[in-house]
Nanobody, 126 residues
């Protein structure tokens, strides 16, 4: 059983930056691909970014490409999401997820992930 705990959310003005972190425990972190999803009020949870178990491959939804960067540290069991040039439409609860069998085109689907964190709120004011 893997436990995931997110941190780093908060309130920021448009154009600002935040760095989200997710700490994992209870499993072999390097076995899992990791991802960030987000969910805005009244909307479905959507894919933001993912990183392979080795960190060698990364994936982003189009709306965050060039602004967000996902990274991982397998020695520290952490995954991070650096968010720059934030926009009001980035406002959402951000969730960290771990998946043992995600790969290729399945990174974007919530059903591909086995474990989820509790979420951290990101609010971008205009």
């Amino acid at each position: 059983q893997v436990q995931l705990v997110e941190s780093g959310g908060g309130l920021v003005q448009a154009g600002g930056s935040l760095r989200l972190s997710c700490a994992a425990s209870g499993g072999t972190f390097s076995y899992y691909a990791m991802a960030w999803f987000r969910q805005a009020p009244g909307k479905e949870r959507e894919f933001v970014a993912a990183i392979s178990w080795s960190g060698g491959s990364t994936y982003y939804t189009d709306s965050v490409k060039g602004r967000f960067t996902i990274s991982r540290d397998n020695a520290k069991n952490t995954v991070s999401l650096q968010m720059n040039s934030l926009k009001p439409e980035d406002t959402a609860v951000y969730y960290c997820a771990a998946g043992r069998d995600v790969s290729g085109s399945t990174y974007i689907y919530t059903w591909g992930y086995d474990y989820w964190g509790q979420g951290t709120q990101v609010t971008v004011s205009s």
